[in-house]
Structures are given as C-alpha cells and as structure tokens.
C-alpha cells in the first residue's frame, strides 16, 4: 500500500512547502537557511512542521497590519 502525499500533514517536506506556499524552491530554501521558517533534519531530509508554517503566516499578516 503506498502513501498518498496531502497537504494537510503535520511534517512537510521543502517540496511539500513550497507547493503549499505557492513558491518556488530557491526561495522556499533560504526561508528555511535564514530561519525564518524553522526546519529540521532527519538524516539528511530536511523536514517542517506545519504548526511552524502556520506561525509564520500568522506572524506576516500580523506585521503587514492585514485583517483576518
């Protein structure tokens, strides 16, 4: 039986977010080299855990003064 990928996993990986944001991959990879979006690595898979993805969103729309 193989696992289907969905967007709604709890750990993403660089690929999955990148998707998930809408950018491409260069720039999802320096989000993730700068910290700004908070990674870790299992072997030598970088992995996201979706609670960080959230907060980041949640932390720019709360900085460009947007409503939700």
Do not use: H, N
């Amino acid at each position: 039986m193989t696992e289907t990928k969905s967007p709604a996993r709890e750990v993403m990986s660089p690929e999955d977010l990148a998707d998930y944001l809408g950018l491409g991959r260069t720039y999802t990879y320096q989000l993730l080299m700068s910290g700004a979006i908070p990674s870790f690595k299992i072997g030598r898979l970088r992995r996201i855990r979706r609670i960080d993805v959230d907060a980041y969103l949640d932390e720019r729309v709360r900085s460009q003064g947007c409503a939700t």
